[in-house]
């Protein structure tokens, strides 16, 4: 029979656990995931927004971002929404699609994640993953 111990760090949303002397510990189970498809108007932009709204008391920690696009021009950003510290940039020039795995960047109290896309053409499609952890400030 296996014996198992679960431990808790609520402070940092990981849980750890030890199941017959072997550890694991499990970030993944407090994220957070935003997904949306969007398409472009007809100068190929998508307007600026603010696609995960900041929570009073609260910052996010960015996890893992995906972004992918049919289009071959133009440029995707996504930002901390105030601080504008860069998050993800993609240039489908070069690359149709970019995976941000394993990464941890924290935004202010408050900041929501906003997402930029410019000149990819029109009717161009874009699609955002976001996994992020909610901490508290």
Not at 73 to 83: E, Q
Not at 88 to 96: D, E, F, G, I, V
């Amino acid at each position: 029979m296996a014996k198992a111990v679960e431990l808790w760090d609520k402070e940092n949303n990981v849980k750890l656990s030890v199941v017959d002397g072997v550890l694991s510990v499990n970030t993944a189970e407090h994220l957070t995931t935003f997904t949306q498809e969007y398409t472009a108007d007809g100068s190929g932009n998508v307007a600026e927004a603010v696609i995960v709204a900041g929570i009073a008391g609260k910052h996010f920690g960015v996890q893992s971002v995906f972004i992918a696009t049919d289009g071959a021009s133009g440029s995707m950003a996504i930002d901390f929404a105030t601080s504008t510290l860069k998050i993800m940039r993609t240039y489908p020039t070069k690359n149709t699609q970019s995976v941000g795995a394993s990464t941890h960047i924290e935004g202010a109290t408050a900041e929501g994640i906003s997402l930029t896309i410019t000149g990819i053409g029109a009717g161009k499609k874009v699609f955002v993953s976001i996994s992020y952890m909610i901490h508290t400030s």
